[in-house]
């Protein structure tokens, strides 16, 4: 089985950072893509950033030059490095993955538990 486990949020205070990993396990073939999402009560989950296995990355508006996202292949992990932090950034961030896992044919994508990030004013 395949599973993502994520780390690093907590409470900061506006202006200040945080550093979200995520981990992924399991017999894996490959990852091609890797992505950070986030979610408060009452709205739908957004993409904040994206990144392939060869590095090209993408950013949600509202946090370009703020967040950079990053990956090592060979520990199958992405990282979220938010700078600059605000209070409309406090939300539950999400890892998520396109992956080919050993046990499967094709690509399946997976979520991780949730990572609160607090950001107070």
């Known amino acids: 089985q395949v599973q993502l486990v994520e780390s690093g949020g907590g409470l900061v205070q506006a202006g200040g950072s945080l550093r979200l990993s995520c981990a992924a396990s399991g017999t894996i073939l490959s990852i091609p893509v890797m992505s950070w999402y986030r979610q408060t009560p009452g709205k739908q989950r957004e993409l904040v950033a994206s990144?392939?296995?060869?590095?090209?990355?993408s950013y949600a508006d509202s946090v370009k030059g703020r967040f950079t996202i990053s990956r090592d292949n060979a520990k199958s992990t992405v990282y979220l490095q938010m700078y600059s932090l605000k209070p409309d950034d406090t939300a539950v961030y999400y890892c998520n993955a396109d992956l080919v896992a050993a046990y499967r044919s094709g690509v399946h994508n997976y979520w991780g538990q949730g990572a609160q990030v607090t950001v107070s004013s």
């Open positions: 990144i392939t296995s060869i590095g090209s990355t």
